[in-house]
């Protein structure tokens, strides 16, 4: 694994301030979103490309979106911090926005980091006041998912979206019509390659305390109506779901309302599912059956796991699903390339053990007793912890720092941290 310290990139003195967010990495280059932020508001500043040998920047993106920088918005895809993110070492992926008139115009762009090209995939315009472009999100290589919210008033949810799938090659976009994967709000997990490539992701559309809150108050309640196809009872289906990769697009680009997925675990109204996280093999997930409705079946097995939840996992190569155990209290079991893990914290230390073994790899010794709070974000790679820092004073700001478990020094400390595949940015 290596550590790329950005600290020195990212200028706080300067209005408006400038942050570099790490988006992919070749052998020669990192990849970086040059962020703008002054006390009002925040934009992108473009696709910059840091040279590792020569120690220089240089900015990639080309177009009139440079050029007349006012005029336009940048979206990057979203990228996933816990490493779930897989790089594309050949591709990158941006978009632009701009006004014409009473319209907006969305293009969307590659750039070939082999060639250093730049293509326009497409664009098309919309009425400003009837949609919203909200994000995109590379699904898999060639493929983009993106968003635009038909309700401008309830923006903020993706109840009122329309999803799109973009296929690169073709230069087409397709609406997805199937409502749950629409409003799904859960992660997906590309595993195999080609045609065996599969799709796994979590099902479900509130958080975990939104889900228990409208179960068990009367006073807990949508804050809006719901569309006409979707009814109250659905928000509480959670469950895991796979399917072929190359089927799930073709089904897409055929217009079908109701995708097909086999179902490898499912909750109701009785508790929640949620994706942990995955290993090189095994990708882990949590199945909670709330404590109303253990008690409610009152059996000796079904009494014993209250408080707790089970942890399952899936072998990425053979689809087996495999019951570990029952995890009691706030115990946090959290995953890297090589296991998954839970984090103990204690009065000095804090404990890191192997979640299948129970074997203890790793003890922290907390250096801020007193004067501020240490919580284990992430154990990459078995090699380096990243710890976040909470100041205990009133005025309470976040740090993040790198130790080298090997040595037990401390790296550097930086504002955030961003983990991509087998790379570790602090800036």
Known sequence: MQV??????????????????????TDECIYLEKILITLDDTWSNGIWAYNLAMNKMHRIDQ?????????????????HWNG???????FMYFATITELKDEDYIEFYEIDLISGTQKNILGFKFDKDSLLYKNMEVLATGYILFRLSYDMELSETDFFDVLYLIDVKERKYYEIMDEEFKINYGQRIIIGEGEEAKIVFDQYFLSE?????????????????????????????????MTNLKDF?????????????????????????????????????????????????????SLRQIGSYQVHKINKKTLEKTFIRNVHGDIEVK?????????????????????????????????????????VIEFANDEYLVIGLESTESLKTMRYMIVDAFTDEIIIIGSDVLLLQDYLFIV
């Open 63 to 79: 177009g009139q979106h440079v050029e007349y920088a006012d005029l336009y918005d940048i979206d990057t895809p979203t990228m």
């Open 4 to 25: 790329f310290n950005l600290t020195s990139l990212n200028t706080s003195q300067e209005v408006p301030r400038s942050m570099y967010k790490p988006i992919n990495i």
């Open 84 to 90: 779930t993110t897989k790089l594309d070492p050949d």
């Open 209 to 241: 305390e939104e889900q228990y809150d409208m179960l068990t108050s009367e006073d807990i309640e949508l804050i809006f109506d719901l569309p006409e196809n979707i009814e109250e009872n659905m928000l509480h289906k959670n469950a895991i779901k």
């Open 249 to 301: 697009i073709d089904e897409i680009k055929s217009g079908k309302e109701e995708l097909t997925f086999e179902i490898i675990d499912e909750i109701e109204e009785e508790g929640s599912i949620r994706i942990i996280g995955e290993t090189a093999e095994n990708i882990y997930y949590k199945k909670k059956y709330y404590d109303f409705a253990l008690r409610e079946k009152g059996d000796f097995l």
């Open 335 to 375: 995953t890297n390339l090589n296991r998954a893990y839970t984090v103990t914290p204690q009065n000095k230390v804090i404990k890191i053990q192997d979640f299948d073994t129970d074997e203890t790899i790793y003890t922290y010794k907390k250096r801020y007793i007193g004067k501020a709070q240490e919580e």
